[in-house]
C-alpha cells in the first residue's frame, strides 16, 4: 500500500445546489486501513457465535436508529447529494424496514434445510457466515444502499469494512454511529475513506472473505477482475437502461404522470429509473404532451425546501455536465427536446427535467444509462416491436410492462430479459422483494430471501447412521 493520504478523489462534502465545498475529509492511512481490517477479522470471530436470536435484538436496534434519526439523515443527505429533503426522510425510514425485516425473518432464512430424500442418516444443508466482507457503496441512495447489503450479512454473522462513496462522507459516518450506537461489537462495521489504490490491497487481503459493489458499469468490472484474481465471491449491481412499455391505456395523462413521477424521483438518479419509455403509436401523442407538461416552467428549488414547481440539483457538477453532453449529442443528430435540457450556471448542479423523443441507435441516449431527470420516449406499433426495442440494451436490471389486459401486460413482461420484471406496477418495492440484474446490470441479489443467500457458506452437514 501507499503511504499518502492524498491518492484519488478527496472526500468531501460539496452542496450541489451551490457548489460550495463544504467540509473535506483526509483518505484513511494504511495503519487505519490495517486496524480496520484487523478489527473486522477479530469482531468475526465474536460475532458469528453469537446466537441469531441475540444478533436480531442488534439488528432491530440499528433499525430502530434508522428511523429515529431520520430527520437527522435527511439532512445530511439533502446537503451532501441534493436528495429532495422528503425522499431522503423516506429512505432513512425504509432503512428502518429493511433491518426489521431481516431481524425477524433472518433466524428462518437462516435455518438449516434437512434434505428429506436422503437416506441412512440426517443430511442437512447449513447457512453459515463466511466472513468479513468489503462493500462499496453509491452516492444516490447514501442509506438504502449500505441496508439492503450489511442487514443479511449482520444477521448471518459476517462483518463489515464499509467504503462508501467520497461525495457522501457524512452519510458515511453517521451510518457507522448508528451501528456503534446499536451495540455491535467493535470492528463489525467499520467505515473507512479508503483510496482505489487501498481498496485493490484490501480486496486481495485473505481476512476478506467477499466484496459487494454497487456503482458503475466500469467500477464493478474493475472490482470483479480484482475479486476474481483473488478468487473471492463478489456481487455487483451497477447500471441499467430500464424499459417501460405501456401497451394501452384508458387514460393517457393519468399513465404519463405515473411514469413522469418515477423518472423524476431522486432527480432521475437511480439504476431502476424508467430511462427508456416505449409507448404505443395511438398512445404516444397524448403521452409525450402531458409529459412536455409537467417540464416546463420548472424551477431550480432548495432541495431543503421542496417548494412546489421546482426541481432538485443532480449530485455534483460533473453529473449534470454529463447528461446535458447526451442529450444534446442526441438534439444534434435529430432527435427533439419537447422541454427542458438546460443546464444551470456553473458550480451548482442543475439540469432542467427533460422530455426527449427521436433517440436513434447513432446517438448516446440510445445505448448509455442517462443518469438523471430525462424522459425518453419511444413510439412502438405492436408488442413484439415494444418488446424487441426493450430488450436491445447490454443492461438488464428492471422493466415494467402496463396494459388494461393483464394477460397482455403479464406476457410481455415475461420476455424481457431483466432481473426485476413487473406488471402494471413501476416496480415492486420492499424489503422482501429481491434486487438485482442481469447481463451488463451485474450479478448477485439483494433484499428479500435471496440477500441472505450471497455471502454465506451453504455448507453440507450429514451424520450417519
Not at 468490472?221 to 405501456?246: H, R
Request: proline share 5%; glycine share 10%; net charge negative.
Amino acid at each position: 500500500m501507499s503511504d499518502a493520504r492524498t491518492s484519488g478523489p478527496a472526500y468531501q462534502v460539496v452542496n450541489p445546489a451551490t457548489g460550495k465545498v463544504v467540509e473535506t475529509f483526509d483518505h484513511a492511512t494504511d495503519q487505519e486501513i490495517e486496524s480496520a481490517l484487523a478489527g473486522a477479522h477479530a469482531a468475526y470471530g465474536v460475532w458469528r457465535d453469537v446466537p441469531i436470536a441475540e444478533r436480531a435484538r442488534t439488528v432491530t436496534r440499528i433499525g430502530e436508529l434508522f428511523a429515529e434519526r431520520r430527520d437527522e439523515l435527511a439532512a445530511i443527505a439533502t446537503e451532501e447529494m441534493g436528495k429532495p429533503l422528503g425522499e431522503a426522510r423516506e429512505e432513512a425510514e425504509f432503512c428502518g424496514q429493511i433491518f426489521d425485516y431481516f431481524a425477524t425473518e433472518g433466524p428462518g432464512l437462516a435455518a438449516d434445510q434437512p434434505i428429506t430424500t436422503f437416506s441412512g442418516g440426517q443430511a442437512m444443508v447449513q447457512r453459515l457466515p463466511i466472513g468479513p466482507l468489503l462493500g462499496i457503496m453509491p452516492w444516490n441512495y447514501p442509506f438504502y444502499q449500505i441496508a439492503r447489503f450489511a442487514a443479511p450479512n449482520l444477521m448471518l454473522g459476517n462483518t463489515i469494512v464499509l467504503k462508501h462513496a467520497e461525495s457522501v462522507p457524512r452519510s458515511a459516518l453517521a451510518v457507522q454511529q448508528i451501528m456503534v450506537d446499536a451495540g455491535l461489537p467493535e470492528g463489525a462495521y467499520v467505515n473507512v475513506f479508503a483510496t482505489f489504490e487501498q481498496i485493490e490491497q484490501v480486496i486481495g487481503d485473505p481476512r476478506i472473505a467477499g466484496v459487494s459493489l454497487t456503482g458503475s458499469e466500469r467500477a464493478g468490472s474493475v472490482v470483479a477482475a480484482i475479486a476474481g484474481k483473488n478468487l473471492k465471491k463478489c456481487v455487483l449491481e451497477l447500471g441499467g437502461s430500464d424499459p417501460y412499455i405501456v401497451l394501452d391505456t384508458d387514460d393517457a395523462a393519468g399513465a404519463a404522470d405515473l411514469a413522469w413521477d418515477t423518472r423524476i424521483s431522486n432527480t432521475g438518479q437511480a439504476c431502476n429509473s424508467n430511462k427508456r419509455m416505449i409507448v404505443m403509436q395511438d398512445v404516444y401523442d397524448d403521452f409525450v404532451a402531458r409529459l412536455t407538461e409537467r417540464a416546463q416552467g420548472l424551477r431550480p428549488g432548495d432541495p431543503a425546501e421542496e417548494a412546489e414547481g421546482t426541481f432538485a440539483p443532480l449530485s455534483s457538477r460533473a453529473a449534470a455536465e454529463l447528461v446535458a453532453a447526451q442529450v444534446d449529442d442526441a438534439v444534434s443528430k435529430g432527435a427533439t427536446l419537447h422541454a427542458g435540457g438546460v443546464l444551470g450556471e456553473a458550480p451548482a448542479a442543475y439540469y432542467s427535467p427533460a422530455v426527449l423523443t427521436g433517440v436513434t441507435e447513432d446517438m448516446r441516449a440510445y445505448r448509455e444509462e442517462l443518469f438523471g431527470p430525462v424522459a425518453v420516449v419511444y413510439a412502438v406499433s405492436d408488442d413484439d416491436e415494444a418488446l424487441t426495442l426493450a430488450n436491445d440494451s447490454a443492461y438488464g436490471l428492471g422493466g415494467a410492462v402496463f396494459s388494461t389486459d393483464t394477460e397482455r401486460a403479464r406476457g410481455v413482461a415475461q420476455r424481457l430479459e431483466v432481473g426485476m420484471s413487473n406488471v402494471n406496477t413501476p416496480a415492486g418495492e420492499g424489503a422482501e422483494v429481491p434486487f438485482g440484474g442481469v447481463k451488463r446490470s451485474g450479478f448477485g441479489r439483494e433484499l428479500g430471501p435471496l440477500g441472505m443467500d450471497e455471502f454465506v457458506n451453504k455448507r453440507m452437514f450429514y451424520v450417519a447412521d
